[in-house]
């Protein structure tokens, strides 16, 4: 004896089944069914700023670079020239100062070598 009950299997009448193979062409939509949001191109990202407010913001930053560079040239002319001051003050220091008392006393000693020399 088998473990196992018999099987009884239903009849199923036969279908007929037909194969066509895929079409290649692409599906159409209507434009009129898509929603109103929907468009071939994306819009631009909105930045919340109007148009004069961007104007004012590009003449800002071109008004501050401008102030930039001009600061930077002033400080630029103003600190050559100190170095060129100060270059001028120590070669000046190297050279001999004229004291007046000095050039007295050469002055005298002269006349006396002419007196000796002389006389």
Not at 57 to 71: D, E, K, P, Q, T
Request: charged content about 15%; proline content about 12%.
């Amino acid at each position: 004896m088998s473990a196992f009950p018999p099987l009884s299997v239903p009849l199923v009448p036969a279908v007929n089944v037909t194969v066509s193979p895929p079409s290649l062409t692409m599906p159409t939509v209507d434009a009129a069914a898509l929603p109103p949001s929907v468009s071939d191109t994306p819009p631009p990202p909105s930045s919340g700023m109007s148009k004069e407010t961007m104007t004012a913001l590009v003449v800002g930053i071109v008004l501050g670079a401008v102030i930039v560079l001009v600061a930077v040239g002033v400080f630029v002319f103003f600190y050559k020239r100190s170095k060129k001051k100060k270059k001028k003050k120590a070669d000046q220091s190297l050279l001999p100062k004229r004291n007046v008392s000095i050039l007295i006393t050469m002055t005298f000693v002269l006349i006396l070598c002419f007196i000796c020399v002389a006389g």
